[in-house]
């Protein structure tokens, strides 16, 4: 079965900065991979999508790769500020359609 | 516009009693719905999901159950609750027949066994 990896459990930086975030599977190649975030006592908040085709999608200030060779899907916030603190997801699709989380990073933004 | 609805939003039961989460979604028809578990310290496990009324596809062998009823309410149930049922349950949907479409989630209802 697929083993998702979310690089760590819990990542601090400065506002300002930009915050990275990696992703990592160990098997079968996805057709696509979604990226969420997640609140305290909420549920997950789709933020972005990128297929197997695709080397890079933006959105406002995040910026989604995914490197199909590495197996690795990195999640970026430039200028980072503290309302982006939260638990950010990734999903891969499977063969089944179904998506498959990671286990989260939970992202702090210190002023 | 579409809306999920999931209660109750927090629930504290003792071993061995039974389980009924409901989620409801308006706005759509025939979605495709999904329930999740999340544990403390790890990721969304997927339960059960639906593609259509009293068809339901389960992942994981547990002590849950899951029905569909009508076209748009989900339902999860135990008949007897074990403190390892313990977890953050989410309630999802996405519109038929549409794969890539992201996943809509509910609130959840954090359960707690005792």
């Known amino acids: 079965s697929q083993k998702i990896e979310q690089n760590s459990e819990a990542l601090n930086i400065q506002e300002g900065k930009t915050a990275t975030l990696t992703c990592n599977y160990t098997?079968?190649?996805?057709?696509?991979l979604q990226w969420y975030r997640q609140d305290p006592g909420r549920g997950p908040v789709f933020l972005l999508l990128?297929?197997?085709?695709?080397k890079e999608k933006r959105k406002e200030r995040l910026k989604v790769t995914f490197d199909t060779t590495l197996k690795q899907s990195l999640f970026h916030i430039t200028a980072s500020q503290p309302a982006d603190s939260a638990t950010y997801l990734c999903?891969?699709?499977?063969?089944?359609?179904?998506?498959?989380f990671g286990t989260g990073t939970r992202l702090t933004v210190i002023p | 516009s579409q809306t999920i609805h999931q209660w109750p939003a927090t629930l504290v039961q003792p071993v061995g009693s039974p389980l009924s989460l409901e989620c409801t979604v308006e706005?759509?028809?025939?979605?495709?719905l999904y329930w999740y578990r999340q544990a403390a310290g790890r990721g969304l496990q997927l339960l059960f999901y639906?593609?259509?009324?009293?068809?339901i596809s389960s992942e994981v062998p547990q002590n849950l159950s899951a029905s569909r009823p009508q076209d748009r309410q989900f339902i999860l149930s135990s008949k007897k609750l074990l403190l390892s049922d313990s977890g953050f349950y989410l309630c999802?949907?996405?519109?038929?027949?549409?794969?890539?479409?992201?996943?809509?989630f509910g609130n959840g209802t954090r359960l707690t066994v005792t």
């Open positions: 706005g759509t028809s025939n979605p495709n």
């Open positions: 098997n079968y190649s996805p057709a696509y």
């Open positions: 639906s593609v259509g009324i009293g068809q």
């Open positions: 999802a949907w996405i519109p038929p027949g549409l794969r890539n479409s992201p996943l809509h």
């Open positions: 990128i297929r197997e085709n695709e």
């Open positions: 999903a891969l699709d499977s063969p089944a359609n179904n998506l498959f």
